[in-house]
């Protein structure tokens, strides 16, 4: 049973937006609570903390005079600092400003060191950035990562795995009697074999036996993660058949498959129980390390822990230290794969299509909550560095765009006039408003 099934009452629609909510609330929560601490550090004070836009759910002032809100619209949130005229701190509020004394003028936005604008201003992304490492590391910590140690930690149903009778827990010892040291030798041993019978060692519960083993069943998903095989509604159980008409045996095959395609679409035949499918796949670039450290590219679906015989390795909890390190760089490679899909858009190397507004994310949390909490948020830790990435576009509106006015002040030695300002927030909020249209769109074209 999914995390998700075990809350009593969660209709269809509810299904996606509790989820959606969760997710998304706690990525726009830490997001602007960024913005106020460091404001608060500053001696900025700030008017409004809203979780929300639109009209007031319920809220509370504190004793510092904050006014702590939550809006009708879930879709972001905002902190309103003295001496702003808005909630995007765009242009200071002057008829405000001059009846301020002398005091709270001191502790207003507006006249705030250039400094403390851009790391208030920055401070938004930052949080978000390390809300990510930090759940990141949480997950290998309270989860585990999957270790390399020959011992079945997943054995999907149905699978040649399972009909052989693998267990979870069974250690791996040799295969055709070569002897086995890690999980991947299991894995190359078995992906290289071209069909037959393989004798398989293993030990259960102090005790050596053989298992006869033989791939015989297509490929079989042991677990989708957020991708283009997530969107494309592949789920853990699925089978793929074939790939742009070509049979897939074994895993290498659609390794194999996806790092030719380059980014280019690919038509996939999949099995789910005794109904086909066919769906259209669409790799993304992702910049990673090879074994020595060297820089490589590859191209990725989104399908981990999967093999063709229906046999994932064992998660080990990590420590402090190697969670950590996990964490920084998980969240380095989601940085660093969003900004490469982005370049091969610009390029016309990749799909635009596979932008997805509120719908997508809604959709996506609700299978995420559906697979545990782990995976739940695994998810927020991708949407808050997505979003800490996005809102440092220097896009007028977006806090980069703040940023880039900031540089720009720095450089001049004053501000742009208020009519520049005013100009490029009107086309940045024009681009930010088409995009969403245009990701809500693709959303809609799902369905």
């Known amino acids: 049973m999914g995390f998700i099934e075990q809350i009593p009452l969660i209709g269809p629609t509810l299904y996606y937006v509790l989820p959606f909510l969760l997710v998304l609330g706690i990525v726009v929560a830490v997001h602007e609570y960024g913005h106020y601490i460091v404001a608060k550090w500053c001696g900025v004070h700030s008017d409004v903390f809203s979780l929300g836009f639109g009209p007031e759910l319920f809220g509370w002032d504190d004793s510092k005079g904050t006014r702590w809100k939550v809006c009708l619209i879930p879709l972001?949130?905002?902190?309103?600092?003295?001496?702003?005229?808005?909630?995007?701190?765009?242009?200071?509020?002057?008829?405000?400003?001059?009846?301020?004394?002398?005091?709270?003028?001191?502790?207003?936005?507006?006249?705030?060191?250039?400094?403390?604008?851009?790391?208030?201003?920055?401070?938004?992304?930052?949080?978000?950035?390390?809300?990510?490492?930090?759940?990141?590391?949480?997950?290998?910590?309270?989860?585990?990562?999957?270790?390399?140690?020959?011992?079945?930690?997943?054995?999907?149903?149905?699978?040649?795995?399972?009909?052989?009778?693998?267990?979870?827990?069974?250690?791996?010892?040799?295969?055709?009697?070569?002897?086995?040291?890690?999980f991947r030798d299991f894995g190359t041993a078995v992906l290289d074999d071209t069909g037959g019978r393989r004798e398989v060692a293993i030990e259960r519960d102090g005790r050596r036996m053989m298992v006869p083993f033989e791939i015989v069943s297509p490929v079989t998903l042991a677990d989708v993660t957020?991708?283009?095989?997530?969107?494309?509604?592949?789920?853990?159980?699925?089978?793929?058949?074939?790939?742009?008409?070509?049979?897939?045996?074994?895993?290498?095959?659609?390794?194999?498959?996806?790092?030719?395609?380059?980014?280019?679409?690919?038509?996939?035949?999949?099995g789910r129980g005794e109904e086909i499918l066919r769906v259209v796949l669409t790799p993304r670039r992702t910049e990673t390390t090879d074994a020595d450290g060297n820089p490589e590219t590859r191209w990725l679906i989104g399908v981990t822990g999967g093999s063709s015989f229906g046999l994932g390795s064992s998660l080990e909890r990590a420590g402090p230290v190697d969670a950590a390190t996990y964490g920084i760089d998980a969240t380095v490679n989601i940085l660093s794969s969003s900004l490469s899909f982005i370049a091969d858009i610009f390029r016309g190397q990749g799909d635009s299509a596979d932008l997805g507004g509120p719908i997508r994310i809604a959709e996506v949390s609700g299978d995420a909550a559906d697979d545990g909490f782990a995976s739940l948020m695994r998810l927020t830790a991708i949407l808050s560095a997505s979003i800490g990435l996005i809102n440092l576009f220097p896009i007028p509106v977006l806090d980069g765009g703040h940023l880039l006015f900031y540089g720009i002040e720095a450089i001049r030695g004053r501000p742009l006039s208020e009519r520049m300002q005013e100009i490029g927030l009107t086309i940045g909020l024009a681009m930010v408003v088409m995009l969403m249209v245009y990701a809500t769109y693709n959303d809609v074209m799902r369905l």
Request: overall charge negative.
């Open 226 to 270: 957020d991708g283009a095989a997530r969107e494309a509604g592949l789920q853990a159980g699925d089978t793929i058949r074939s790939i742009d008409g070509k049979d897939i045996r074994v895993f290498q095959d659609l390794r194999d498959a996806v790092l030719a395609s380059e980014g280019e679409p690919l038509d996939v035949e999949v």
């Open 76 to 182: 972001g949130g905002y902190v309103k600092f003295r001496g702003d005229a808005d909630a995007a701190s765009a242009r200071p509020d002057d008829e405000a400003i001059q009846t301020m004394t002398e005091a709270e003028l001191s502790a207003s936005f507006p006249r705030a060191k250039l400094w403390k604008r851009a790391a208030i201003v920055a401070a938004g992304p930052i949080f978000n950035f390390v809300l990510a490492a930090l759940i990141f590391a949480g997950v290998a910590m309270i989860s585990g990562l999957p270790s390399d140690k020959p011992v079945v930690g997943v054995v999907v149903e149905d699978s040649d795995g399972a009909k052989a009778g693998f267990l979870e827990g069974d250690r791996i010892l040799s295969v055709d009697g070569e002897t086995v040291e890690t």
